[in-house]
């Protein structure tokens, strides 16, 4: 089989198209370790399913695996690592500035997302489609190591509060993943938006020049990653999904429709 990144006839491994520490390390997993997934349809109604395991397919060879590994950890280290208050610079409003962060590392796992996301066949995957020239150049970037411009294939991050009162719900609501939507900005860039481990990330794909205000919520050259932080009532992708997803959740199974 070949290899969707070294395009390489290889023996292929089981990949992650999410990376295992997000669903780990962010409260994902119940004591079970199980997760919900929220699914829009066709239709745009909602569809839950419970799963045990993180989403995966045979995508990637063991060389490319360990290509992307690295990212990860690095990644993981930055996100979800103790004692990470001595990289916070400052807060400005209600964005995070961490400093010291591997522009080339943390970009490079950044763009590894969207394009796995495109180049994966699993349902829970389909509104996402680079297309032949994004994917392509974003497939080439990868296998170089070139992180690109920080307008390449940039990612927005946020922080949720679900309730700041109520330290209970904002744990159960991280037990949900809210499978990644296509859309457009009104500039027309093209993103895509998932959520994930109390993460909101949106990819913007775009050949054209992204405004400034934008911009500066992108990882950057400096090594600064911000992370917006706001309430799940602040978006409106996360505002109707969530408490829908709360309510099914606490259904008990012998109700739950079958997935």
């Not at 400093?99 to 763009?111: A, G, I, P």
């Not at 495109?118 to 170089?144: C, P, T």
Request: proline content about 5%.
């Amino acid at each position: 089989m070949r290899c969707k990144l070294c395009l390489e006839e290889q023996e292929l491994k089981q990949s992650h198209i999410i990376p295992e520490f997000m669903y780990e390390c962010s409260g994902l997993y119940d004591d079970k370790h199980r997760f919900v997934i929220a699914r829009r349809t066709e239709e745009g109604m909602q569809e839950f399913e419970i799963r045990q395991k993180g989403l995966k397919e045979r995508l990637l060879c063991g060389e490319c695996e360990n290509r992307i590994s690295k990212w990860e950890r690095y990644a993981r280290w930055v996100i979800y690592s103790p004692g990470k208050s001595e990289q916070v610079k400052s807060v400005q409003g209600r964005v995070v500035l961490y400093e010291n962060v591997d522009y080339e590392k943390f970009k490079l796992f950044q763009m590894s997302l969207v394009w796995r996301m495109s180049a994966s066949n699993l349902k829970q995957f389909g509104e996402v489609r680079l297309g032949r020239y994004h994917g392509e150049r974003a497939r080439r970037m990868l296998l170089k190591g070139d992180p690109g411009a920080e307008d390449d294939y940039p990612c927005i991050m946020t922080a949720i509060i679900f309730d700041p009162n109520d330290l209970g719900k904002n744990e159960e609501l991280r037990g949900f993943w809210l499978s990644p939507r296509r859309d457009r900005t009104r500039d027309r860039h093209i993103y895509y938006a998932m959520f994930v481990g109390g993460f909101y990330y949106v990819f913007i794909i775009s050949k054209h020049s992204i405004p400034m205000d934008i911009r500066k919520l992108f990882l950057n050259r400096t090594n600064q990653l911000p992370i917006l932080a706001s309430r799940v009532d602040e978006v409106p992708d996360l505002k109707g999904n969530l408490p829908e997803a709360l309510l099914w959740r606490r259904l008990p199974r012998k109700q739950k429709p079958a997935s």
